[in-house]
């Protein structure tokens, strides 16, 4: 007869048992997490496929609010443009993408709400209303970009685009994420400039865009006229460009700068400046080139032409004054409301 131990722990089959229920147990909840899991993914697949028509078509109709929007612009800076014209060839062009961008982006929209239709009940109601809301967000901006109103049609882009933040947010907690991420996020610090800007100091992405268009002017742009719509302020009180005060007075005003082939970028007050004094320091130096050229013989060579500005030389009020003197505003004013468009009888 086999004699039993006085402590079950010291029998091996105790600790057979215990590991087999260990194992069931670990089995169990693999099945669990494992089902869990895959019915995340699944919702996620689901989702992601009717979010990618909605993100397609919201692009779509943003392009298109750009493409109308230059539209308008170059026909109210250039309205007697001549068919052969770069401007009016431009319009022509851009009319016809307007009208590519609206049809993709219907198309995207239809697609979008039929694979919301078919797997909305897949979702919780939770996610359920915020896809709904944000297939309603898009809805109003497709309105707002067919009706014209451009600005409007900018806010309701940023109000889809923090509809859809929603829907992310609650679709990142679904998946299973690094369990130390929250941590590292909320002990990551951005680092802080310490360097104050100047008053008049231009962000280097400003600054290379106002020299792209000063080459552009001198280059593509060198045989068309270009349009500088002033504020509202400006064209009811043109004394302001002559005032003692013309910096405090239009400091905080917003000009438009439009060329041709549909280039247009709304500047500030040092950046209008800036872009007007290049243009003549460039003239100038043209001009001083093509005497020394006169004496020289007729060879192809490569001439470079480079000048120092100073910004806080450019903003002394006498040189603001010489340099809106030098301007030829459009009649047109930059910051003018959005009107709702004239309905056809």
């Known amino acids: 007869m086999q004699m039993l131990p006085g402590n079950a722990w010291d029998d091996p089959r105790t600790w057979i048992a215990a590991g087999g229920l260990l194992i069931g147990g670990l089995g169990f909840l693999f ?3 494992s089902y869990r899991w895959n019915r995340r993914e699944s919702r996620l697949e ?48 851009l009319v016809n993408q307007y009208g590519e961008h609206i049809k993709n982006s219907h198309d995207d929209f239809r697609l979008a709400e039929s694979e919301f239709a078919s797997r909305s009940f897949r979702f919780p109601d939770k996610i359920a209303r915020l896809i709904q809301k944000v297939v309603e967000s898009l809805s109003e901006f497709g309105r707002l970009v067919n009706g014209g109103l451009f600005d409007k049609a900018d806010l309701q882009f940023v109000k889809f685009r923090d509809d859809y933040t929603q829907i992310t947010r609650v679709g990142r907690r679904w998946r299973l994420a690094d369990p130390l991420e ?27 865009v106002i020299m792209e268009m000063v080459h552009k002017r001198a280059t593509s742009q060198a045989r068309n006229t270009f349009a500088v719509h002033p504020p509202k302020k400006l064209l009811e009180r043109p ?36 872009f007007t004094f290049n243009l003549i320091a460039l003239a100038q130096q043209y001009a001083e080139v093509a005497r020394m050229m006169e004496v020289v013989p007729p060879v192809e060579r490569e001439i470079t032409v480079t000048f120092r500005m100073s910004i806080d030389d450019i903003m002394r009020p006498e040189m603001v004054r010489f340099l809106l003197s030098k301007i030829e505003f459009s009649k047109a004013p930059s910051d003018a409301g959005e009107a709702e468009p004239a309905r056809q009888t």
């Open 46 to 93: 689901s989702l992601s496929k009717i979010l990618q028509p909605l993100v397609k078509a919201a692009q779509h109709l943003h392009e298109a609010n750009g493409c109308r929007r230059q539209c308008e612009q170059l026909k109210l800076s250039f309205p007697q443009a001549a068919p052969p014209s770069e401007a009016a060839q431009r319009v022509n062009m």
């Open 182 to 208: 929250g941590l590292k996020r909320h002990f990551r610090r951005e680092k802080k400039e310490d360097k104050a800007a100047d008053r008049y100091d231009l962000k280097d992405e400003d600054m290379n």
């Open 239 to 274: 004394e302001i460009a002559k005032s003692e005060k013309v910096i405090e007075e239009l400091d905080d005003s917003v000009f438009s700068v439009v060329f041709q082939d549909g280039t247009s970028r709304m500047m500030t007050l040092v950046e209008l400046m800036v």
């Open 31 to 33: 099945g669990v997490f």
